[in-house]
């Protein structure tokens, strides 16, 4: 099954690395452009999915602003971390960035209320939650100084281990967690019964492969990317909690455009940000395909087990408002839910969907 899959598995990881949202324009355009934005991400130039983006997000961009507004991309962590990015946008050494999961909290810690667990159950919540509350997170955005340039769907995160099958409470209570997202995941790995050993995302492959830790929640694409799935066991890819990714720009630099352009942009951005979560879906989808077609084996936990996580899990919800994310903002998106699911729940289980479709 491994010498089979080795091929695929290969071309996965070319197309499926996570990349940034953007990348770099023609130089003839940067030339002739009044506003060009410095943009940073961790992730490397060399993937499909950047290419999807550089054709889309920056073309549309150029276009709909007559080539005065485009983009400097900063590729594969050459201006540091995401906490160096969100340091250097407030000091105007850059004007934007792509932020996954753990940037995303350090720079609008609101958007915590997203990943609790077990508080989606597929990303057709997610698009009513994001249509319902659009304006609320923008305007939460804005308050922290930033600009939501795109919300992406990081994944319904898995959990990997080296070396347990994580099927019942007993075996999360042996793991070591790898963390490095902030105070909500480790609070939901307390939660599972691990024990969290917060490190530095340059570190998480190097302690994963040196054993320093032997368990992790990460987004497929991700996991695949790092070939960390060659030395993991155990995936289990029931849909814990829900992680977004985003695009921000500082707010200096996005009030700094015309109005003109600002409005042109902000047209464009719901179509934009709907292609791309649509492809990073796809894309999470097939990695984690891929890895499991390698020999990764997929666990699968009973009813019972699930329940009592839940229950484990539950108290977080109440425990972080306040301190994350204000209690009303959680009952806002309760709200929302009880009336989407009241309507499309029943629908969403007779069509048999996943929680991958939208």
């Known amino acids: 099954m491994r010498r089979s899959n080795k091929f695929y598995v290969s ?92 940037g995303v909290l350090m720079a609008c810690p609101e958007m915590g209320v997203l990943q609790l667990p077990f508080l989606f159950n597929n990303y057709a919540e997610i698009a009513y939650i994001r249509k319902k509350l659009g304006k609320r997170f923008n305007d939460i955005y804005r308050k922290n100084g930033y600009k939501l340039i795109g919300w992406g769907d990081q994944d319904f995160d898995q959990i990997y281990s080296t070396k347990y099958e994580m099927k019942t409470a007993e075996e999360f209570r042996k793991c070591r967690f790898l963390t490095h997202a902030g105070l909500l995941e480790q609070e939901l790995i307390k939660a599972l019964g691990g024990s969290p050993i917060p ?38 890819a029931y ?8 695009l921000v720009v500082a707010i200096k630099s996005w009030d700094a455009l015309p109005k003109k352009h600002r409005n042109a942009i902000n047209k464009e951005l719901p179509q934009l940000e709907k292609n791309l979560n649509k492809k990073i879906h796809e894309i999470n989808r097939k990695c984690l395909k891929a890895m499991i077609d390698y020999g990764v084996k997929e666990v699968k936990m009973n009813n019972e087990e699930i329940e009592y996580i839940k229950k484990k899990t539950k108290p977080m919800w109440d425990k972080l408002a306040g301190k994350l994310y204000p209690k009303k903002l959680l009952d806002e998106i309760l709200y929302h839910l009880k009336i989407y699911r009241s309507k499309y729940a029943k629908k969403d289980k007779d069509q048999g969907l996943s929680y991958w479709e939208l």
């Open 199 to 236: 490190v530095g995302v340059p570190e998480v492959v190097p302690s994963v492969r040196a054993g320093v830790c032997d368990t992790a929640i990460s987004p497929a694409l991700w996991w695949l990317g790092s070939q960390l799935y060659t030395i993991t066991k155990y995936v289990n």
């Open 11 to 102: 071309i996965c990881i070319l197309l499926c690395l996570l990349c940034g949202m953007i990348g770099l324009s023609e130089a003839k355009k940067k030339k002739n452009a009044k506003y060009v934005w410095k943009m940073a991400t961790v992730a490397p130039d060399a993937a499909y999915l950047s290419e999807f983006l550089r054709d889309s997000l920056v073309t549309k961009f150029e276009k709909v602003t007559n080539n005065e507004v485009t983009v400097d991309m900063y590729w594969g962590g050459i201006m540091g971390d995401e906490e160096d990015y969100i340091t250097k946008m407030r000091i105007g050494q850059l004007h934007g960035c792509v932020l996954s999961v753990g």
């Open 239 to 246: 849909p814990f909690r829900y992680s977004p990714a985003t």
